[in-house]
């Protein structure tokens, strides 16, 4: 699974992220080998993750933001086991850790707000271990350099990514891919 992750990153390192849901075909359809689902729920998750995979795109699922689901163990295990999504996001730690445990790709979340977060941030990478972090507003070359730097870990750069430019410089400082809504940028 991890060396799937980066085989589909190194084609192209654009990943679509879907906030909304009747915007789910057009995500399909677009480009983006990688999809990270940023909605969806108990009832509806399952059949929104076999139709990105009949597409053959991979998917992600943030679990933070799936509706009706505890954010826990028992949660991540139903998902693993019964929806299959090629890995998930989140923001906690231990269900990093869960889910590392069950063998699954494992994404850390992590918002970059001050210097505090930041080294937060670089001391949760080490401690966790995550397959990859995606570093949120994703706009913020210096950071991304740094958490890369600091950790070796494959950073995702995700958030406020507007336009060419954005992307560029986020690859430049070592960002390996980047998330977005943002239609324009799915097409580049």
């Given at each position: 699974?991890?060396?799937?992750?980066?085989?589909?990153?190194?084609?192209?390192?654009?990943?679509?992220?879907?906030?909304?849901?009747d915007?789910?075909?057009?995500?399909?359809?677009?480009?983006?080998?990688?999809?990270?689902?940023?909605?969806?729920?108990?009832?509806?998750?399952?059949?929104?993750?076999?139709?990105?995979?009949?597409?053959?795109?991979?998917?992600?699922?943030?679990?933070?933001?799936?509706?009706?689901?505890?954010k826990?163990?028992?949660?991540?295990?139903?998902?693993?086991?019964?929806?299959?999504?090629?890995?998930?996001?989140?923001?906690?730690?231990?269900?990093?850790?869960?889910?590392?445990?069950?063998?699954?790709?494992?994404?850390?979340?992590?918002?970059?707000?001050?210097?505090?977060?930041?080294?937060?941030a670089?001391?949760?990478?080490?401690?966790?271990?995550?397959?990859?972090?995606?570093?949120?507003?994703?706009?913020?070359?210096?950071?991304?350099?740094?958490?890369?730097?600091?950790?070796?870990?494959?950073?995702?750069?995700?958030?406020?990514?507007?336009?060419?430019?954005?992307?560029i410089?986020?690859?430049?400082?070592?960002?390996?891919?980047?998330?977005?809504?943002?239609?324009?940028?799915?097409?580049?």
């Amino acid at each position: 699974m991890r060396k799937r992750f980066f085989e589909k990153i190194e084609k192209n390192p654009i990943i679509a992220a879907v906030n909304d849901l009747d915007k789910l075909d057009m995500t399909i359809k677009s480009p983006a080998e990688i999809i990270f689902l940023l909605n969806g729920n108990i009832l509806n998750l399952k059949e929104i993750v076999h139709k990105v995979k009949a597409a053959e795109k991979d998917v992600y699922v943030h679990l933070d933001l799936m509706g009706g689901f505890s954010k826990d163990m028992m949660a991540l295990k139903y998902i693993n086991e019964n929806i299959q999504p090629d890995g998930i996001i989140t923001t906690k730690s231990n269900l990093i850790k869960f889910a590392k445990d069950m063998n699954m790709f494992a994404i850390q979340r992590l918002f970059i707000l001050d210097s505090l977060s930041l080294e937060t941030a670089i001391k949760t990478i080490h401690s966790v271990k995550p397959d990859a972090v995606e570093i949120l507003p994703g706009v913020m070359p210096k950071i991304i350099k740094t958490i890369y730097e600091k950790t070796n870990t494959a950073v995702v750069a995700g958030g406020l990514i507007q336009d060419k430019d954005d992307v560029i410089q986020s690859v430049k400082a070592g960002a390996m891919a980047i998330s977005t809504s943002k239609k324009e940028v799915w097409y580049m």
